[in-house]
């Protein structure tokens, strides 16, 4: 459907942004970020947000560009190690986060995209993860319930997309996108390419989640910590 297409990330996101709102945000560490979306919301102003992603990119890259401007309040994720200025604004007090093991984050936003609102899962139960949080026992085993997450926006990034926004995801880029696409009001979409069909096998993900979509360009694709092996 034409109708879902836009020019660019701030064509995209016209109307949806707003202080105070929950957005997720696909990728895993800095593959498959949605690097447009996040660099529009950066210079859209808006602040107060709540960020549920896996982590928190690097000081001057991905998410972290947003935590320079400090219009992150929280974060929901798994992983924070690469980023100096996380570390430093949440020690400060300026940054709330709501730490999750990854198995859990994935299933919170799935569990959302499902309209599921609470599980069960044995994962953190008797740590500090688990202060606060009902548990139950099943089955003679201890449980901790954790609830479902679902947002005011996704920002997703997909290899390539039809025109009615049925998405292909590439690699490990598939980690936490197809999830963050279904888990929110609206889904935001920026793929490498559109082209004309794809067969039914290789749809990651139905267009039904996908709401706005557009070509991005010139992605960086870094490499969060690069490691090599020295040739003998």
Known sequence: MSNKLYKNAADALEGLLHDD???????????????????????????????????????????????????????????????KIFEQQFLDGELELELNPQGTLAERIRAGGAGIPAFYTKTAYGTNLAEGKETREFNGDNYVMETGLFGDLAIVKAWKADKSGNLVFRKTARNFNPLMATAAKTTVVEVEEIVDHLEPDEIHLAGIFTQRLFVGDNYEKRIERRTITEAE
């Open 21 to 83: 709102m929950m957005i997720m945000a696909g990728g895993f560490g800095l593959c498959g970020i949605p690097e447009h979306c996040i660099v529009a919301i950066r210079d859209s102003g808006v602040k107060g947000l709540t960020l549920v992603s896996n982590n928190c990119g690097v000081d001057d890259f991905g998410l972290g560009i947003m935590l320079q401007t400090r219009q992150i309040k929280k974060m929901i994720s798994s992983y924070v190690g690469e980023n």
